[in-house]
């Protein structure tokens, strides 16, 4: 089974950036898209970006929209997710998952089948 490894995450004051990576284990790795969502303590795991594998569409929640940007490289089966503007409120635990299975919806939880462990942001002064 393939493995997602994150890495970028940290501390940072408001206003800052960030850039995460996640990178899959398998260099025959498949997959439609991959996704970042988030969880904040105490609430579920929210929809962040995606983007699709081949055509490299990319979609954001309104939250991020302008703030993040979703990114790819195929030949290191890595996305990345570059993060500016950062605010108290982006604090949380980013996830990275993958779609290696096709047919489903993109910004929801079952729409991926294949997690990282997760990495944690904190957005404070």
């Known amino acids: 089974q393939v493995q997602l490894v994150e890495s970028g995450g940290g501390s940072v004051q408001p206003g800052g950036s960030l850039r995460l990576s996640c990178a899959a284990s398998?260099?025959?790795?498949?997959?439609?898209?991959m996704g970042w969502f988030r969880q904040a303590p105490g609430k579920e795991r929210q929809f962040v970006a995606t983007?699709?594998?081949?055509?490299?569409?990319?979609y954001y929640s309104d939250s991020v929209k302008g703030r993040f940007t979703i990114s790819k490289d195929n030949a290191k089966n890595t996305v990345y997710l570059q993060m500016d503007n950062l605010g108290p409120e982006d604090t949380a635990v980013y996830y990275c998952?993958?779609?290696?299975?096709?047919?489903?919806?993109?910004?929801?939880?079952?729409?991926?089948?294949?997690w990282g462990q997760g990495i944690q942001v904190t957005v404070s002064s």
């Open positions: 398998e260099s025959t790795f498949k997959t439609y898209a």
């Open positions: 998952a993958a779609d290696s299975l096709g047919g489903r919806s993109w910004f929801i939880v079952p729409g991926y089948n294949i």
């Open positions: 983007i699709g594998w081949s055509s490299g569409l990319t």
